[in-house]
């Protein structure tokens, strides 16, 4: 009796778990003119491979960019992504950033966000959904079916 218990049990669909950071980043429009906006990033354990980044200008509308977080972690240390997400670490006046450049349609735009406030965030995201975790409880037969259909 115990076994089916187990077993039924294990179907359960787990949890939803989330967390949000809201941060002030800086928005750089020339080499000396830095805009702060606000940046609200949301991780949810339903989509465990991306940051869903929304960007809060003041007087336009809010745009939201879903990002790899592996991608996110890695523009910690080193230069990371090819293509319309580019992150790298710097120093600014003394504190540790992160640049975030991102690209469509041949314009870009080019952020500076705290590193220490980035990593504690993306840390608090992987004690979550661990790394090695994070493709556990995709149904592949549902990936292919969307693939095959064109979804």
Known sequence: MAERYASVKAQQPEPVRQTEITLRIHQVMQQTMRIPIKAVLLYDSTAPLTVSVTFRPGDRPSITWCISRELLYWGLFEASGTGDVRLWPATVDGHDVVHLL????????????????????????????????ELANVDWDVVVSQLMNGS
């Open 102 to 133: 991102l690209e469509c349609d041949g314009e870009s735009a080019l952020f500076v966000l705290d590193r220490d406030s980035l990593k504690d965030w993306l840390d608090d995201t992987y004690d979550l959904v661990g790394a090695a975790e």
